[in-house]
């Protein structure tokens, strides 16, 4: 009887105990935080801008009717002198205890990146074990971290989640956007033989109206909108460019971090003539040394469609197709080039060219890293060899200008 | 030594479980930096040296357990001494694994917990399961071992599905010549986690089909030790050298690494459902040695009975051993090994192995 009664006591202990209550922390209690913007104010402290969900608001406009009203997103800032004490001076302001775990969108100002560099925000959020690392980083480019953060958007209507989609759709569709996360851009920054990469996002339009909701009510283009905006460059921690267009796309190319873009290129000596779509592409960096000078071979293989001619070329004739695919590869060609030219100008080696000493010849890297990014990185040689095919040509063979200029 | 059985797939089944318990955990060879897989591959060649060590002890003494046979190769009182200390051993590891695994919980997912009571409610289980004997421990560890490689295997294709291995970071192999990883070997992975399976030397003679107990533990320990090396390789060619060499938990950073297609992302859960269980099975085979070590060096007629007294010890120990978790480590990776896992896993058997085995001879020669 006694020992009954003893497992009796025994199990209800044990359902205080194991329920997992000690942490308990109800949802009307949390704040989800979906992005966080640093900005550093004139009295160098940072300033932390706070995206929190709301959640009735987000899930308000597909019910119809009353829900769509508020804003689906409402902002809090804070000033510290680091980034923990940030988030805990927000308890100030906040009913809410905020809750990282779904904190996809980090944003730092430009201002900040350029003066002081990224170096020292990082740690907090790389420890932390809600914070993850796999969120994405972005740069506010031309504006505040605060305003991009403050910025309400249609259609996604939580900004972060809007911002993360473009940069993500703008990668995948025309290559320009090599995105980054935390984690990586950490990595590059304690790598020795890579400087890291992250994208640009901007701020376009009327500013005062950027966090009204009357910004997503209207059909037409939003007065205040975020669009991606190049890549910034860094070099020990530090903003030093940008790159927009073709030198981002070329860059890109050497990271093998194409997963789909277009190529335009000339024929006959009209432009833009033709267009090409790669649909799968491989990038090998190589290094090695010749007669004691390190270089650098790299090989990009690229598959891809035609997408459009606005010049009559017989697209059934194997040969017009070859000469399209020579002048496919001597476009990519030119654009890697130009990254890699612009890459040495910074003197920043963010193709990764380090790493891939390191891997190949660990010996001859020991020596060269101390003065990699300064001394032997602008004045290395680099050869790049373009291999570029042609496989399918869509729906159409010869273009219907072909007739046009017949009937003529 | 209680009247328990178990058979020579469960002997394997644990010594994998064992293995696996917090070596998955625990950042192991990463002195060794990207080679650190090499450096768990020679650990594992070791292991099978250490442990026909062992299995050549229990081949000459197949019915009584280590604490006794000490005795009756070196002497009654000397060998009392000797296994009186190898219980200490055990109890002390109990206590390193238990602490192993409540700060991985209280770092991870309850940071406002005590440690006291995190690391008391695991020892609530383990304790219950080794006062039911090693039969049901042994029967355990069947069942969990097929959820644990179910778990393992879905983990890893997820892994590779998310596309986010990069085997580049592999490279350069051996990038400062063999020596960092032979010293790392000898003086990491060679002793943790493989030469702790000295623990088994108090489990073999449960053994029902003794022969089978060689091919058992060199198979356990062969697949242990690929998996770890491995993981491993995972490890570094998904977070890079120095992100592995700088998380307190690398395979949970490889885990949070994943992300396929926006939806199938924070599997943390994979992580510590893998890890409980073999963190369940390596302190639970500590503790049981310790348990059976006592029982049959006092002469306790009921050992189940000290189940929780020694539960206790290990509990209080496992608190006090250090006073946060990078003392604990450092202690558990560097400073132990040589002191003290060395003698215990190596040094110890070997020359109980050589006095025995002269003994036998001299034996035989009458």
């Known amino acids: ?137 972005v740069i506010a480019h031309r504006s505040k971290a605060e305003d991009i953060i403050k910025t309400l958007t249609p259609l996604d209507k939580v900004s972060a989640v809007k911002v993360i989609k473009t940069l993500k759709n703008a990668e995948s569709l025309l290559g320009e956007e090599p995105t980054v996360t935390l984690q990586e851009v950490i990595r590059y920054l304690v790598s020795p033989g890579k400087e890291p990469l992250i994208s640009g996002i901007t701020l376009i339009g009327k500013k005062k109206n950027a966090n009204k909701v009357a910004n997503t009510q209207e059909s037409s283009t939003p007065q205040a909108r975020l669009e991606s905006d190049g890549i910034a460059v860094f070099k020990d921690g530090k903003l030093v460019d940008w790159l927009h267009g073709k030198t981002a796309r070329g860059t890109a190319w050497v990271l093998n971090r194409i997963k789909s873009t277009i190529v335009n290129i000339s024929w006959e000596r009209e432009k833009p003539a033709i267009e090409y779509t790669v649909m799968r592409q491989k990038t090998k960096v190589s290094a090695h040394t010749k007669k004691g000078q390190p270089q650098i071979s790299i090989h990009i293989h690229a598959e891809g469609d035609i997408g459009e001619v606005s010049v009559p070329v017989n697209l059934n004739d194997p040969h017009v197709l070859r000469k399209i695919e020579i002048e496919v590869a001597k476009t990519i060609k030119k654009d890697v080039n130009d990254a890699i030219h612009r890459a040495q100008e910074n003197k920043t080696d963010i193709l990764g060219f380090g790493e891939a000493f390191h891997r190949s010849d660990p010996k001859e890297w020991n020596k060269l890293k101390t003065n990699w990014n300064d001394v032997t990185f602008p004045k290395l040689e680099v050869n790049v060899t373009v291999e570029a095919f042609v496989r399918r040509s869509g729906l159409r063979n010869k273009s219907y200008l072909s007739e046009l200029k017949n009937k003529r | 030594m209680e009247k328990a059985k178990i058979s020579a797939y469960q002997l394997f089944v644990l010594i994998v479980l064992f293995e696996l318990g917090s070596a998955l955990l625990i950042p192991i060879a990463l002195e060794a930096k990207q080679d650190a897989w090499l450096a768990i591959l020679l650990g594992m060649a070791g292991s099978f040296f250490l442990f026909l060590v062992y299995y050549r002890l229990f081949h000459y003494y197949p019915d009584i357990l280590p ?300």
């Open chain 1, 1 to 137: 009887m006694k020992r009954k009664w003893f497992f009796l006591f025994l199990i209800l202990t044990s359902t205080s105990l194991i329920s997992g209550c000690w942490n308990a922390r109800e949802l009307p209690d949390l704040a989800i935080v979906s992005a966080l913007g640093i900005d550093k104010n004139e009295d160098g402290k940072y300033v932390g801008t706070f995206q929190i969900i709301n959640p009735s608001y987000v899930t308000g406009g597909l019910q119809g009717g009353g829900g769509g009203q508020g804003p689906p997103v409402t902002v809090y800032s804070s000033t510290g002198d680091n980034i923990y004490e940030l988030t805990r001076r927000l308890s100030t302001k906040s009913s809410r205890t905020l809750y990282y775990a779904h904190t996809n969108l980090l944003v730092i100002s430009e201002d900040l990146a350029k003066k002081d560099g990224i170096t020292n925000i990082l740690d907090a959020f790389e420890r932390d074990y809600e914070f993850r690392t796999t969120a994405m980083i």
């Open chain 2, 67 to 366: 604490t006794e046979y000490m005795q009756k190769i070196v002497g009654k009182s000397f060998g009392k001494f000797l296994a009186f200390l190898y219980i200490l051993y055990f109890m002390y590891l109990a206590a390193r694994v238990l602490r192993d695994f409540g700060e991985m919980l209280i770092t991870f997912a309850y940071p406002r917990t005590p440690l006291f009571i995190v690391n008391a409610l695991f020892l609530l289980v383990i304790i219950y399961s080794t006062r039911k004997g090693i039969e049901v421990v042994a029967r355990t560890g069947e069942l969990i071992f097929v959820l644990i490689f179910f778990l393992g295997i879905s983990g890893n294709i997820l892994i590779f599905i998310s596309g986010i291995i990069d085997f580049k970071n592999l490279l350069p192999v051996l990038e400062e010549g063999i020596m960092p990883v032979l010293k790392t070997t000898f003086t990491q992975t060679l002793y943790i986690p493989f030469g702790e399976a000295i623990v088994f030397a108090m489990i073999l003679p449960y053994l029902n089909q003794s022969k089978k107990a060689k091919f058992a533990g060199l198979f356990a320990l062969g697949l242990s030790g690929l998996i770890l090396a491995f993981i491993m390789v995972i490890n570094i060619s998904v977070l890079g050298v120095n992100l592995t060499s700088r998380s307190q938990f690398p395979l949970l950073s490889t885990i949070q690494t994943i992300q396929i297609d926006g939806f199938l992302e924070r599997l943390d859960a994979y992580f510590m459902i893998t890890l409980i269980f073999g963190g369940f099975f390596k302190i639970s085979l500590y503790f049981y040695g310790a348990v059976t070590g006592i029982a049959n060096l006092f002469n306790f007629k009921a050992p189940s009975r000290l189940v929780y007294p020694i539960g206790i010890v290990i509990l209080l120990l496992s608190i006090t051993i250090a006073s946060n978790y990078a003392e604990h480590i450092s202690e558990g990776t560097k400073f132990i090994q040589l002191p003290i896992q060395l003698p215990f896993q190596v040094i110890i058997p070997v020359l109980l192995l050589i006095i025995a085995f002269f003994k036998h001879r001299k034996k035989r020669g009458k």
